[in-house]
C-alpha cells in the first residue's frame, strides 16, 4: 500500500471535483468480493476492485465505503473476524485500525451498509460507479434498487485516474521491470519441438514468484492473426512466427504489457523480416510523435499511414497514402488500436466506460474497422500512461471480407496477399509515459526489438 496520506488527497482531490461540478450527496463505493470458482469455499484468486484500490488502498474482500460530498465524512464498512475466521485464516487486524491506515476513522459492519444508508439517505443522490463484477451489479440493486451510475463521479474518477502520479509512474516501472523479466524468460525458452504451453508457465512463474501474478492472460501463439489466441496447445515449430503479448502485475497491482513477435527458429525469413520491419518502425514511429498536445488518434492515423506506405513497398496495396488512411485501409492490416491507458487495470479504467475513459468531450469514436478499435484517442497530457502496440495480421476470412464485399476499393493487391495467407501476425508493443517533453517508454530495459537485436537476444 502507499502511505495514508496518498488515500487521504486522493479521496479529498474527488470531493472537491465533485464539489466543482456542482455535485452534493453522498459517494458509495463497494470492492470485491470473493468469487466462488466451484463452490462457496474453493474461489478464484482474489483481486480486489482497482477504483477501490485507488481510493482506499484495503486488498481485502467485503469493504464498502460512503463519503459525504457535503460534510466530507467518510466511513468504511467491513467485518471484524470472529473465531471462526481466526480458526481458518489466523488472527487478523481491526477494521478500526486498517481504515485508520488509510485515513478513516468510522466504521461499521459490512451488513450494517444497508440499514445505514436506509437512514441517511434521506432523499440525498447517492453516486455510484458501474460495477466492475456481477456480484457488485446485485450488491447495488439490493441497497439501492433502480440507481444507475453518476456521470459526474465517473468522469472525476476518470480524470484523476488517467494522469498518474509520481508514486504511480514509479510502481509501473516495477511492474514493466517484472513484465521486462518475464518476456526475457519466454524468449529465451522458445524452441521447436516444445509445447507452447511450457513457455507460458515459465513466464507466469515469474509473475507469480515475484509479483501478483499477469495482468491479463498470456496471448503466445504461432497464429497471431487471431488478435487475442488463447490458446498454449500447439508444438512450437520451426520457420513460424510467435506472438507473446503477456504482462505482469506487480504486487501494488499495476500493470505492464509488452508484445514481441519471434522467429521460432531464431532467424527470420526474409519475408517475415520486412513484416517486422514496417511494424517496428511503425512503433518507432508512435514513439517519436508521442508528446502533450498532440492527440494519440493523430499518432495512430499517423501510424497507418506509416503501415501502408509499407505494405505499398512490399506491392500489397496501391494509392495514394492519404487516401488510403481515410478509406480505412490500415484496417485490413490492423484491425485494432494503436493503445490503450495502463495503470492499475491493463486497459485502464475501462470498466467506466471506454468512450469516456479514451476519448475527450470533443473527440467522437470513429465506425471504421481499426480506428474503431482505439481505445485511448485523447489530446495527450503528462502522466498518461499508455500502450504502443501497432501490428500487421494476415486475417484470410478478413482480406476474403474485403475482396468480395469491395471494401478495399483498388488499393488492395488481392493476388499477392493470398502468398501470405499463413503469413499469421506481428505485434510490437511497449509501454509508454507522457512526460513534459515527450515521452518514456515504461521499466528499467526495454526489451530488444529491432529484429537485429531480436536475432541476436535469441542467439544468446
Ligand atoms: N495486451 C492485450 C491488450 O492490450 O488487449
Ligand atoms: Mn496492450
Not at 509520481?166 to 521486462?180: K, P, Q, R, S, T
Request: hydrophobic share 40%; proline share 5%; with cysteine.
Amino acid at each position: 500500500m502507499f502511505a495514508k496520506e496518498v488515500y487521504i488527497r486522493r479521496r479529498e482531490v474527488l470531493l472537491q471535483k465533485m464539489r466543482e461540478a456542482g455535485e452534493s450527496g453522498l459517494i458509495l463505493f463497494i470492492g470485491n468480493v470473493e468469487a466462488p470458482a466451484q463452490y462457496k469455499d474453493n474461489c478464484y484468486k482474489w483481486r480486489q476492485d482497482s477504483t477501490w484500490l485507488y481510493y482506499f488502498g484495503l486488498d481485502e474482500p467485503r469493504m464498502a465505503a460512503v463519503l459525504s460530498i457535503d460534510s466530507g465524512n467518510q466511513g468504511i464498512f467491513a467485518d471484524d473476524v470472529d473465531i471462526d475466521d481466526i480458526i481458518w485464516m489466523g488472527p487478523q487486524e481491526s477494521v478500526a485500525s486498517k481504515a485508520a491506515s488509510v485515513g478513516i476513522y468510522q466504521t461499521g459492519p459490512y451488513d450494517n451498509l444497508a440499514g445505514w444508508l436506509e437512514h441517511n439517505v434521506k432523499g440525498r443522490k447517492v453516486h455510484v460507479i458501474p460495477p466492475s463484477r456481477y456480484y457488485n451489479t446485485l450488491k447495488l440493486a439490493e441497497l439501492l434498487p433502480g440507481v444507475q451510475p453518476s456521470e459526474s463521479l465517473i468522469k472525476a474518477i476518470i480524470s484523476q485516474r488517467i494522469v498518474k502520479e509520481d508514486i504511480e509512474i514509479a510502481a509501473i516501472d516495477d511492474a514493466c521491470a517484472l513484465g521486462y523479466e518475464m518476456h526475457s524468460v519466454g524468449r529465451d525458452s522458445i524452441k521447436p519441438g516444445i509445447i507452447e504451453q511450457e513457455i507460458v508457465g515459465k513466464m507466469e512463474g515469474v509473475t507469480i514468484s515475484k509479483g501478483w501474478g499477469v495482468s491479463f492472460p498470456t496471448i503466445l501463439t504461432q497464429h497471431g492473426e487471431t488478435l487475442h489466441n488463447h490458446l498454449h496447445d500447439k508444438l512450437v515449430e520451426p520457420g513460424k512466427l510467435m506472438v507473446i503479448d503477456a504482462g505482469a502485475e506487480s504486487n501494488m497491482h499495476y500493470a505492464s504489457d509488452f508484445t514481441r513477435t519471434y522467429p521460432t527458429s531464431g532467424k527470420f525469413t526474409t519475408k517475415q523480416r520486412e513484416v517486422y520491419q514496417i511494424v517496428y518502425e511503425c512503433n518507432e514511429l508512435a514513439f517519436s510523435l508521442t508528446k502533450p498536445g498532440t492527440t494519440y488518434r493523430e499518432v495512430h492515423l499517423a501510424v497507418a499511414r506509416k503501415m501502408l506506405e509499407g505494405l505499398q513497398g512490399l506491392g500489397l496495396v496501391n494509392g495514394d497514402l492519404d487516401e488510403m488512411v481515410a478509406a480505412g485501409i490500415a484496417g485490413l492490416f490492423q484491425p485494432h488500436g494503436l493503445g490503450h491507458n495502463m495503470g492499475l487495470d491493463v486497459h485502464d479504467v475501462e470498466d467506466l466506460g471506454e468512450n469516456l475513459v479514451g476519448y475527450d468531450p470533443d473527440q467522437q469514436r470513429a465506425k471504421q474497422l481499426g480506428l474503431g478499435s482505439l481505445r485511448m484517442a485523447r489530446r495527450l497530457v503528462p502522466g498518461h500512461v499508455i500502450t504502443d502496440e501497432p501490428g500487421i495480421y494476415f486475417i484470410p476470412a478478413l482480406i476474403e471480407k474485403f475482396k468480395k464485399e469491395g471494401l478495399g476499393g483498388n488499393f488492395v493487391n488481392y493476388a499477392k496477399l493470398e502468398s501470405y495467407y499463413d503469413f499469421g501476425g506481428i505485434r510490437l508493443e511497449d509501454d509508454v509515459l507522457v512526460t513534459p517533453t515527450g515521452a518514456r517508454r515504461l521499466g528499467p530495459k526495454r526489451l530488444p526489438i529491432a529484429p537485429d537485436d531480436v536475432e541476436a537476444a535469441m542467439a544468446r
